[in-house]
């Protein structure tokens, strides 16, 4: 396995991005999107899974997360996080891994991004993976919560606040929670502004996902508690090649869930990748 590292000036900062490609010719590519609060080097599980079997792996650190610049955990407007992710593909993506299958697969808030992209630049993809998603907010965002993001967004967007959902929310494996908790990559913090925008734009991904045409893939844990609406999200997209999977008391990183657990959900990933490529 070899890992390229490097970095694009996207308008007003720097974006870090990273690829993990396989001894030979890669066969596809998964351009995949990380989560809220963290980067990209958690998606480890899912390079060991699919890398050795000849996929190459690529994303960023969102601005504002991991190695990118920008305040962190704050956006002005979602769409600056859609575009640093078409910029990737345009300046890295394109060259470094053309010509081959190209897949996008976007895991919690990346999932929204994933959803966004996708309805906006659907050429070229051969399919979707949505992890650790939904159509609207779970059972730990409460409706007093998304008020008060709506109007501190407007008074005082950048301001940090401490984020509502507890570290175990992710997993039910101590050592992958312990983990989250001692990455100094990691954040527990949230600005109104990208709170607001976050939920503006899962609605909005939702709202378009008839959109969507092209072969998808979700893999959600039936104990997520920040998403809802997977069956919706589901129902709404408009392909005939759509594929979910509900695991049985799995919490939000189903590919960081126990052991068995997650050989399940990453074989299940690797087999539809396979039959898509």
């Known amino acids: 396995m070899e890992i390229k590292q490097g970095r694009f000036s996207s308008k007003d900062l720097s974006i870090f991005w990273e690829a993990w490609l396989p001894e030979e010719s890669p066969k596809a590519v998964v351009h995949t999107i990380h ?11 899912v390079v060991d899974e699919l890398v050795p079997s000849g996929y190459a792996l690529i994303g960023t650190d969102h601005r504002g997360h991991g190695r ?31 010509d081959i299958p190209y897949f996008v697969l976007g895991h919690s808030m990346g999932s929204i991004i994933a959803m966004n992209y996708v309805e906006r630049y659907p050429e070229g993809i051969k399919g979707l993976i949505l992890s650790g998603t939904g159509s609207a907010p779970g059972s730990s965002v409460s409706k007093a919560s998304l008020i008060l993001a709506k109007i501190a967004s ?46 503006t734009y899962l609605a909005k ?25 997977q069956e919706d999200l589901y129902n709404r997209i408009d ?31 690797h087999t539809w990748v396979d039959k898509h490529v």
């Open 35 to 45: 989560g809220f609060g963290e980067h990209i080097d958690r998606y480890n599980n």
């Open 68 to 98: 990118s610049g920008g305040r962190r955990c704050h956006v002005k407007s979602f769409m600056e996080f859609i575009e640093d992710e078409r910029q990737l593909f345009t300046e890295v993506i394109s060259s470094l891994l053309s």
């Open 154 to 199: 407007r008074i005082a967007p950048g301001i940090h606040v401490k984020s509502p959902l507890p570290p175990d929310f992710i997993s039910r494996d101590p050592d992958v929670v312990k983990a989250y908790v001692d990455d100094p990559l990691v954040y527990d913090i949230i600005t109104p502004r990208l709170a607001e925008q976050m939920y």
């Open 205 to 229: 991904g939702f709202e378009d996902a008839s959109r969507i045409r092209l072969p998808v893939l979700i893999q959600c844990g039936s104990s997520d508690t920040s998403f809802s609406g």
């Open 239 to 269: 392909s005939k090649d759509k594929t979910i999977h509900i695991y049985e008391g799995l919490k939000h990183e189903v590919y960081n869930e126990l052991l068995d657990d997650r050989a399940k959900v990453l074989g299940d990933l």
